[in-house]
């Protein structure tokens, strides 16, 4: 077994059952999360992806298979790789057993669980996974600069850049070519291999950086499209791959290195052919201008283009900001956001006399709970809050244990009974007895 410390999440409805496989693997190097019901793993899988699931086979209102084909159907959905399901099974039967791999279980244990037997199994399947690992990292991954490779950025920016907001930025270094003739290739490695490391510090971990050929670079920056984190970004490692090369090179280093930056806003169901040409197009307009800087595609230029055409603006726009799919639950929006549909929601409910409702849910623990615990049971409490709220309620998290919900058309009645009803699920919960839930109501008439 690597270092990584892998994540098992155990499903089955006894709670002495569930307490026994925890402790076995307690000590193990692995997280372990649990859940009492097919539906709560549901719940728990939207917002985590743990390496194993380890699930009871008999469980009432939901079995381990019915629950095993709804997971199964959600991760194709939604074009998710597949946790690997050991099924836990007091049968002692060939039948259970074969119908479980039939649809797809990667191993079986039997009740009662040998602690021998049930680690083996999971070693096993987690070293499969450690050699699929490596080898799709070393299939995807630069060697010199640890970024992901062209092919990488082939196959996956199109889906990325398609659901997916924010921005798409060639880099591109300045007059690099004289570093290897001057200095040797073996220099001009050196100078790639410390550039990444400078691009990489000077962006979130959630951002992706791709190297795209000798000196070329893509980057994709999640969920912003504000220009003036490029402009800054660029200035940034523009100064640091100087200074960089003076302390490499010497004090009598003139080369006039830097990067040249060409970016585009990405918005939903782009196409990644044409912002990687209109990125393109900027990173020209910065070349022929100076270099050392970051311009971002003008859509005017697309316009003297003949590109725009009204009608098919105004569908790319309905398109834009209508909602995917069919929305059955509250509205989950970071703060920014929220704060915008507040002040909207006020305004309506002023004009047309409505009411609505302004909530406060948040969880307290009686006692002292580590870490990983602590994050899974907020993770199930927002998920049981958003599924418990109607579809035109609009909710935020503005604190690690707290939500923030505006209710519209409330009623004290409708109140009463929606917050009865998540009480009710959280009972149910393997945290209820370790948080409880609190509420603050305030209504607008």
């Given at each position: 077994?690597?270092?990584?410390?892998?994540?098992?999440?155990?499903?089955?409805?006894?709670?002495?059952s569930l307490k026994n496989t925890r402790d076995m693997l307690s000590g193990?190097?692995?997280?372990?999360?649990?859940?009492?019901?097919?539906?709560?793993?549901?719940?728990?899988?939207?917002?985590?992806?743990?390496?194993?699931?380890?699930?009871?086979?008999?469980?009432?209102?939901?079995?381990?298979?019915?629950?095993?084909?709804?997971?199964?159907?959600?991760?194709?959905?939604?074009?998710?790789?597949?946790?690997?399901?050991?099924?836990?099974?007091?049968?002692?039967?060939?039948?259970?057993?074969?119908?479980?791999?039939?649809?797809?279980?990667?191993?079986?244990?039997?009740?009662?669980?040998?602690?021998?037997?049930?680690?083996?199994?999971?070693?096993?399947?987690?070293?499969?996974?450690?050699?699929?690992?490596?080898?799709?990292?070393?299939?995807?991954?630069?060697?010199?600069?640890?970024?992901?490779?062209?092919?990488?950025?082939?196959?996956?920016?199109?889906?990325?850049?398609?659901?997916?907001?924010?921005?798409?930025?060639?880099?591109?270094?300045?007059?690099?070519?004289?570093?290897?003739?001057?200095?040797?290739?073996?220099?001009?490695?050196?100078?790639?291999?410390?550039?990444?490391?400078?691009?990489?510090?000077?962006?979130?971990?959630?951002?992706?950086?791709?190297?795209?050929?000798?000196?070329?670079?893509?980057?994709?920056?999640?969920?912003?499209?504000?220009?003036?984190?490029?402009?800054?970004?660029?200035?940034?490692?523009?100064?640091?791959?100087?200074?960089?090369?003076?302390?490499?090179?010497?004090?009598?280093?003139?080369?006039?290195?830097?990067?040249?930056?060409?970016?585009?806003?990405?918005?939903?169901?782009?196409?990644?052919?044409?912002?990687?040409?209109?990125?393109d197009k900027a990173l020209y307009q910065v070349k022929v201008n100076g270099?050392?800087?970051?311009?971002?595609?003008?859509?005017?230029?697309?316009?003297?283009?003949?590109?725009?055409?009204?009608?098919?603006?105004?569908?790319?726009?309905?398109?834009?900001?209508?909602?995917?799919?069919?929305?059955?639950?509250?509205?989950?929006?970071?703060?920014?956001?929220?704060?915008?549909?507040?002040?909207?929601?006020?305004?309506?409910?002023?004009?047309?006399?409505?009411?609505?409702?302004?909530?406060?849910?948040?969880?307290?623990?009686?006692?002292?709970?580590?870490?990983?615990?602590?994050?899974?049971?907020?993770?199930?409490?927002?998920?049981?809050?958003?599924?418990?709220?109607?579809?035109?309620?609009?909710?935020?998290?503005?604190?690690?244990?707290?939500?923030?919900?505006?209710?519209?058309?409330?009623?004290?009645?409708?109140?009463?009974?929606?917050?009865?009803?998540?009480?009710?699920?959280?009972?149910?919960?393997?945290?209820?007895?370790?948080?409880?839930?609190?509420?603050?109501?305030?209504?607008?008439?």
């Open positions: 077994m690597d270092t990584k410390k892998y994540w098992i999440v155990v499903v089955d409805d006894d709670e002495i193990e190097n692995m997280r372990i999360s649990s859940v009492r019901s097919g539906n709560d793993l549901i719940l728990f899988l939207k917002k985590n992806r743990p390496d194993i699931i380890l699930m009871d086979v008999m469980m009432p209102e939901m079995d381990g298979f019915e629950t095993y084909q709804i997971l199964h159907d959600y991760e194709q959905e939604h074009n998710l790789s597949h946790i690997p399901v050991i099924f836990l099974t007091g049968e002692n039967d060939s039948a259970t057993e074969q119908k479980g791999l039939m649809i797809g279980a990667s191993d079986f244990v039997r009740k009662p669980i040998n602690k021998d037997v049930l680690l083996r199994r999971i070693h096993n399947i987690l070293s499969n996974l450690k050699a699929i690992e490596d080898l799709t990292e070393e299939a995807i991954t630069d060697k010199l600069t640890g970024f992901f490779n062209k092919a990488y950025a082939e196959e996956k920016m199109p889906e990325i850049c398609k659901s997916n907001r924010g921005m798409l930025m060639i880099l591109d270094l300045d007059n690099f070519k004289l570093i290897n003739d001057l200095y040797g290739h073996d220099m001009g490695d050196d100078v790639l291999r410390k550039f990444a490391v400078i691009a990489r510090h000077n962006c979130r971990e959630k951002d992706i950086l791709c190297r795209i050929g000798g000196d070329e670079f893509l980057a994709f920056f999640t969920d912003t499209t504000d220009e003036n984190i490029a402009y800054s970004y660029t200035q940034r490692i523009n100064e640091q791959l100087f200074d960089l090369c003076v302390s490499l090179m010497g004090d009598e280093f003139d080369v006039p290195i830097g990067v040249s930056v060409g970016c585009v806003s990405v918005t939903d169901e782009d196409d990644y052919d044409t912002l990687f040409h209109f990125s270099k050392h800087g970051c311009q971002f595609y003008d859509i005017r230029q697309q316009i003297e283009e003949g590109d725009f055409e009204p009608d098919k603006e105004l569908q790319r726009m309905m398109t834009l900001c209508s909602e995917r799919g069919k929305a059955e639950n509250a509205m989950l929006v970071g703060q920014d956001a929220f704060i915008s549909i507040y002040r909207y929601m006020e305004r309506f409910a002023r004009r047309n006399h409505e009411n609505m409702a302004k909530v406060i849910v948040f969880l307290t623990a009686d006692e002292n709970v580590d870490n990983e615990e602590y994050m899974d049971a907020m993770s199930l409490f927002g998920s049981i809050l958003q599924n418990s709220f109607r579809k035109n309620d609009v909710m935020t998290k503005n604190r690690s244990n707290c939500y923030f919900l505006l209710l519209s058309e409330y009623s004290s009645k409708d109140g009463k009974t929606v917050m009865e009803r998540v009480i009710e699920k959280w009972q149910e919960t393997e945290f209820a007895n370790i948080f409880k839930i609190g509420f603050e109501v305030n209504t607008y008439h």
